[in-house]
């Protein structure tokens, strides 16, 4: 199914109100949230903002508390319980005394594929988790990227239409996150939802569809990246100025630190980020560095979440 | 998904070595390590000997009789504490004078600490008589010292001290008895009347008093009677036989230190009250005990099974007068043990009565010459005894289970860790549910212990043949619903554990306690009454129990029907405990 197809603009998942207790502390309050066919959706959050607890309420390994959560299958006639769920856990949840096939199969096998096309169907997953050629290997035995692509690969025996992914590029070299990545795309690509939750920002603003941001249970941000940098910080642009020694004086427009040696102002469109840039010609003493760049993911994240700890 | 669930723990235990090692292997190894230290011990054919040391600080007869009485018993293996021989045995070397007590001391401490022996037999010097004097018996004190590491071994040598001591005690009464001078003739019945005069009342004397004291050391009161002395009726016989009688009864003295204990059995032989009792009165007296030196008269050398060591002997009848003529043989029968009292006769010979119980009729018939009574004693063995090895096979029981609980608690954490990884989570998300996630563990981990206690009992069959062919259904059976229970106590284990190291730390403190309350690790027929019933609280002993009666009793499949059910009841109620305590795994 192609992404763009009218169905695909159809939620295939949606939670209302959702809410989960844990001995009175309350985990999920009142989460609703809209997962569609062919997006790639990152979840962000502090540790402890209750995404596990969300998706293992997706996943049904959680009852919650109130509210509802649907699939919905893309023939308006067929049940929901046809729409298929894969799990990707933040730890390896693979068994690392078997080997790659024989993790394979397993998993395939609970799963539900049909014998007959199991065995083709472990080929091309192999292939798109680049293990073909360590189909004998124990999985305790491989790298910590290959470990991680077996992980997902795992999940998506039975091609899910829905996959859910709690930090699955955890501890993994950057090739191996690439690869994941594409990976990930490539079942986006096939009409699939994908939902992960991860702390590596750069690559998501590259490669999520849309991204939430939940914090204590609740879910604070919910958008494409340029909409929410709009929405949370109303500019898109930022100058940095460096000096080596404190600048006793004042810019317009600029805030220094404490120590008078970073100077940081910004700019809600490109007009003024070039009025912002002319004011520099006459600055003395001139700044040793000036960096320009666009407000990204973690100023939103840490504007709606905050900078003190949560833990 | 059952299966899927069971091929992944077949897969895991075949990609791990170290765990088929531990499965399988390392019970073997233990179970070898058991069988070869017991087998050469207390549960093969050959039964060890109690080892006896011995030391002496003085010099008796009786103390060197006492050392050849423990040499020559078949239990007992008797040596000297020391190599030097005058420590040893300074009887022999006559040298005891010179050992101290601090060297006797010294040398039991280094005995007892090379566990060369399970009890000392130690003579003091501290004597209070000469033994040499047998009309007033020495005080001999026997110290045994025993560390305590084996329970049975004072026993043991107390019985058969005890026993040596018995013996002596009859030889010396009777002993007093050949020496004591002719009774008088007696007078209470009147003059005419023959006779040897009886006990009749408190206190006895004569020759009497010695086999009343000795009855009454062995714990049979001698009853005074109301006989008259020399009264015909005193001895048993009926008017017609005292008619008959011309002569006057005697003393008959008849060495029975082969049936030693008889005494008792046979007081109606030699007490007064039995006497009076028409339907055991014999026509002849008989104390037990023997004088060692004393040589039967030739009269009795035709008598069949005379006791090698037993010697009998005729008193003199007070009258001078022959002993009568009114011969009788009398069996008594007690406790299974059948004896014969001889009648005396001064006829030609003596009569013989056949072994065994005699009819009514035959006491006061003439007869042919009675033996000896004799005492014989025949051990049966049921066909559990006669088999090779039958314990080996309780050993192998034992050490399967012990590592059977071990390894399914193994397994059965795999479901924790499956937890803690997340896989649990994944397969749960799947189509599989919680409940085929344990019915699949509990059947590898039953599938699995069958196994392990197959290769186990298989090991046994080939090294020590414990006949394994001829009781392969009762096998099977207690095979089944002992891996039935250990399945599912590890399955609900690991349920109401939160954490490997949790279930690990609680497992071997469990299995541990059961396995040594349970027989695993203490043989269960050495356990106390109390010990064996708090051990049916754990399955190790019902496991033990049927596996028992299987290989050593031999016993029939339907006999275990209390253990397979206690097996297969306890196996029920963990499981359905197990499904409850899961519920924490349950999706929504």
Partial sequence: ?311 | MILTILRIMYLRLRNNPAELLLAFVMPIAFFTIFAAIFSNGISSGVEKKLRVGWIAQRATDVDGQLKDFLEKNSTIECRGLAANPFLNDPVQTGEFESVTDADVEALIAEAQRSGRFDLIVRLPSDRTEDASDRDSPARLPIRLVTDGQNPLALAMVTSVIQGFAARKEAEWAAERLLRAPPAPPPTAGGPDRPGVELPPTAPLDGPWADAARLLRRRGTEPSTGTAESGSPAAYGLDPEQAARSASPLGLRLDGMLDVDGMVVEADGLCTGPRFLDPDRSPASVRVVGAAAEFEPPAAWEERPRQPPQGASLDLPSPSGQPWPTAAASVQLSRQGVVFHAAAASAGPGPAHAPVGRAPEGARSAPAAPAPRPSLELLVENPPSALQPNPRIAMYAAGIAVLFLLFASTGHAATLLEEAESGTLDRIMVGKARIFHVLGGKWLGIFLLGIVQISVMFLWAELVFRIQLGQHLDGFLVMTCCTSAATASLALLMATLCRSRAQLHAVSVVLILSMSALGGSMIPRFAMSDRMKEIGQWTFNAWALDGYQKVFWYRAPVSSLLAEATALTGSALVMGCLTAICSQRWKSA
């Fill in chain 1, 1 to 311: 199914m192609s992404p763009s197809s009218p169905a695909s603009l159809a939620p295939i998942l949606s939670l209302q109100g959702v809410r989960k207790s844990f001995r009175g502390r309350e985990a999920l309050k009142g989460v609703s949230l809209e997962l569609r066919r062919g997006e790639l959706l990152g979840f962000f959050g502090p540790n402890g903002a209750g995404k596990t607890t969300m998706i293992r309420c997706i996943s049904g390994l959680l009852e919650p508390d109130a509210g509802t959560i649907q699939r919905r299958a893309a023939d308006a006639d067929a049940d929901a319980s046809s729409v298929r769920l894969g799990l990707v856990t933040q730890n390896l949840s693979v068994y690392p005394d078997l080997t790659v096939r024989q993790n394979l199969e397993v998993f395939g096998r609970l799963e539900g594929v049909a014998r007959p096309a199991l065995q083709q169907r472990i080929v091309e997953v192999l292939e798109w988790a680049a293990l073909q050629d360590r189909t004998r290997c124990l999985a305790r035995n491989l790298s910590g990227g290959m470990q991680r692509r077996l992980n997902i690969a795992c999940s998506v025996l039975h091609e899910p239409d829905i996959l859910l992914l709690d930090e699955p590029t955890v501890g993994v070299d950057p090739q191996s996150r690439e690869r994941i990545y594409e990976m990930l795309g490539d079942l986006k690509d096939q009409g699939a939802a994908v939902l992960l939750t991860t702390h590596q920002l750069e690559e998501v603003e590259t490669r999520c569809d849309r991204v939430v941001v939940m914090d204590q249970g609740v879910i604070v941000a919910d958008g494409e990246l340029d909409d929410l940098v709009q929405r949370t910080l109303g500019r898109r642009h930022r100058v940095v100025l460096t000096f080596h020694r404190p600048c006793d004086r004042s810019v317009a427009a600029f805030e220094f630190n404490e120590g008078r040696t970073t100077a940081t102002s910004s700019a809600a469109s490109m007009a003024e980020l070039s009025q912002i840039l002319s004011m520099l010609k006459h600055l003395e003493p001139a700044p040793d560095r000036i960096e320009v760049s666009n407000h990204g993911l973690q100023d939103v994240f840490l504007e709606l979440t905050g900078r003190s700890l949560r833990e």
